[in-house]
């Protein structure tokens, strides 16, 4: 039995170990990376070169109208500075700035359509532990209810949407995908989208602190 | 208190009743208009005339690459013909290639986004229960579940979508629009998209029969 998903795929750690973890799971699975209007859309470039070196097909939507109505994120609002403060909780007031409004809830439902087309029953998500704090939309609670609500839409009780990492931190994640050889030097981090990742802003550092709490070397060159 | 709300806004009959409803009601509305690679794009053009006609600020969101990936849709796929067959049950089978999978599952995720953006808890959807037999994300209980899960995702308990023709006929909403001084004339139907509506799809035959049903006048020029 044919065993396919589709992955929501940025280019990132997380994403990048799911697709990597997938496949040793035996999922022959399809990638797509979406275009929002993200300021660091260099995570697409990212996304394709790693898709390409696993022979994964990967599809770029591009969508960059959303950004235009998803107004008010520091990702998407160019009036809106990318906060450089650590990922803890003490800044959570300040890092939902880089909130993009129910940006998940419409990946993954872009992703089901997809699914849905190509005769899959399954969805992977890289949410993790480490984001709940600030995003909800990475919350097992709201994956979960989702899952609820695309068996009913799509009338097929069998769909999964997967997350598996939803109860791991970000380090585990790095532990993992360094047993797995994910090319932790070819993932994109950095919501700035410079030539190469700042270091400063929360993705930057927890980057950072999660290849440091899993024990693996960074191969990231930062700015800072 | 400003009440107001996002309507996902097609410009045929029954969002054109919504929006006029919902306007009734004292909602400043938003309407969200969608290409995503339909046949009948020829409806946006009805949506922008009706939007303006009663002063309402519209969105045209173009997203036609989802047109690419969500394929296998008659009303979407040149190689699928749209069936015209009668809207009645034992056509279902054959209506669901009418399907576009998972469609109203992404309208709704991103205008949740839209809602948020600009500080509204309400979205308006105007589903109704002549929709129900061929689509699964017309359905209350889907509209229940997603409404659960965008309140988890927007961490908005308050967040309401609001489908309010859920139970009703399409006839009921004629008849509604009717009442409240719909443009008819205006509204689009037809998923073939060509100059006038064919009178032979599924939708321009249900078109037809709620006019017929609420005992209205219709103002559609039908080609058969």
């Known amino acids: 039995m044919k065993k396919n998903a589709v992955i929501i795929f940025s280019g990132g750690v997380d994403s990048t170990t799911l697709l990597y973890d997938s496949m040793r799971k035996g999922y022959e699975v399809e990638c797509l990376t979406f275009m929002y209007g993200q300021k660091h859309g260099r995570e697409v470039d990212s996304a394709c070169r790693i898709a390409d070196g696993v022979n994964v097909p990967l599809k770029v939507m591009d969508l960059s109208p959303l950004g235009e109505i998803l107004s008010g994120s520091a990702l998407t609002d160019a009036n809106i500075d990318i906060p450089e403060v650590p990922e803890t909780a003490e800044h959570y007031e300040t890092l939902k700035t880089t909130i993009v409004p129910n940006r998940n809830a419409i990946f993954l439902s872009i992703a089901v359509g997809r699914a849905v087309s190509i005769g899959s029953d399954n969805v992977f998500f890289g949410a993790h532990n480490s984001d709940r704090g600030v995003y909800p939309d990475c919350r097992e609670e709201f994956v979960e209810s989702f899952q609820t609500s695309e068996r009913l839409a799509t009338a097929n009780p069998g769909l999964n949407i997967l997350a598996p990492f939803v109860f791991m ?21 950095c919501y700035k989208g410079g030539s190469a990742h700042c270091g400063a802003c929360s993705s ?13 070397p960074d191969p990231t060159g930062y700015e800072r």
């Open 169 to 189: 931190e970000k380090a585990d994640i790095v532990r993992l995908g360094a047993g797995l050889g994910v090319p932790f030097g070819e993932t994109w981090s």
């Open 204 to 216: 930057c550092r927890e980057r950072k602190r999660a290849f440091i709490g899993a024990g693996v």
